[in-house]
């Protein structure tokens, strides 16, 4: 049928390849400006950094929002994510003993339709460093 809405699934699918894309889309952003990829979809202590990236002797920890308007992904970025992203910031550091006296970061970078990725550092303060 043409036109129809896509299942539960396929909808899934869908964001799962938008999110997909706007991590590659960020991640090329954020590598003009000079930074080094280090992780990408990081998975620790029941959270998920989607970048982490590195400039000079700053590890940076970056949350990627896509929505079809960029200015809508700027709010989607809550309390309860940013506690569940600190946890993982904190679990990652802890994991990789070599970062010890570097200078750590929360940036986030909002992708929407049609527009270049809007990288914004110091988004919040990641709790507990």
Known sequence: MT???PDGA???RAAYRLGHRAEWLALAAL???GYWPIGRRVSVAGGEIDLVVRRWNTVV???VKARA???DAREAIDGAKQRRFSRAVRAWIGRNAWCAGAT???DAV???HRAWPAHVERVFTIEGL
């Open 110 to 112: 909002f992708v929407g």
């Open 61 to 63: 920890f970056v949350e």
């Open 104 to 106: 750590f970061r929360a």
């Open 31 to 33: 590598m003009l400006k």
């Open 69 to 71: 308007k960029r200015d």
């Open 3 to 5: 036109g129809a809405l």
């Open 10 to 12: 396929g909808r899934r």
